[in-house]
């Protein structure tokens, strides 16, 4: 069936590089993506969100990037901090009458070393 | 708001016994999402309730599994009965789908099975 799926497992970065998270799908009916972080012992946490009608989205320190031709999916985070080390997840989704469910990809870890 | 509220955090049981994992969405909340955290297979979509219905349960590995969403602010998981293979990582999270599909998780019950 069609999932998400993450190109690399773990990236390794020093304090204040530029990170970047790949994510391919393959579900080209997907709509909505997602990314989330996950500390050791936590749920997966919000970080920022795209919808299919755009290819870029800016937060605080982070910009997610949308190409739809190739259906990949990335993660930028700017001058990268330790407290940003954890497991970053890509999610897909899908909008329907009754609702939406979440798919995930099986996650990158981040290890940003001082 | 508390956020999505699972109990317990820790649960260890011995083969072949009943278990049940309980959720509280965040309030105002219509969709609820219960998931499964593996090292091998990530983060699985167990079933997922939209106004207190189940909407899709394909991702229940067994009948062994069971959820039930009475009301709108409490859902349980049950397994019954358990086997070692069912350790894992359960989360619940919820949605307002009005909003857009960004779901909140809970902490997490880790259920180990002996």
């Known amino acids: 069936g069609e999932s998400v799926g993450l190109h690399l497992p773990t990236l390794s970065v020093q304090e204040g590089d530029n990170s970047i998270i790949n994510c391919a799908y393959s579900?080209?009916?997907?709509?909505?993506f997602i990314w989330y972080k996950q500390e050791s012992g936590k749920g997966p946490q919000f970080i920022i969100d795209i919808r299919s009608n755009m290819d870029k989205r800016q937060g605080q320190r982070v910009t997610v990037l949308l190409n739809k031709t190739v259906k990949h999916l990335s993660l930028q985070i700017a001058a990268t901090q330790p407290g940003d080390s954890a497991v970053y997840f890509c999610?897909?989704?899908?909008?329907?009458?009754?609702?939406?469910?979440?798919?995930f990809g099986k996650g990158t870890t981040l290890s940003v070393s001082s | 708001d508390a956020g999505v509220i699972q109990s317990p955090r820790h649960e260890v049981t011995e083969m072949g016994q009943e278990v049940t994992l309980r959720c509280k969405p965040i309030s105002g909340h219509n969709s609820l999402f219960w998931y499964r955290q593996t090292m091998m297979r990530g983060l699985e979509l167990l079933i997922y309730?939209?106004?207190?219905?189940?909407?899709?349960d394909s991702g229940m590995p067994e009948d062994r599994f069971s959820a039930k969403m009475p009301n709108a602010s409490f859902s349980t998981l049950k397994i019954q009965p358990s086997e070692p293979r069912d350790s894992a990582v359960y989360f619940c999270?919820?949605?307002?789908?009005?909003?857009?599909?960004?779901?909140?998780f809970g902490q997490g019950t880790r259920l180990t099975v002996v």
């Open positions: 579900n080209s009916a997907s709509d909505y």
């Open positions: 309730f939209n106004n207190n219905v189940p909407i899709d």
């Open positions: 999610a897909e989704s899908t909008a329907n009458q009754a609702g939406t469910a979440l798919i």
């Open positions: 999270a919820s949605s307002f789908r009005g909003l857009g599909t960004e779901a909140f």
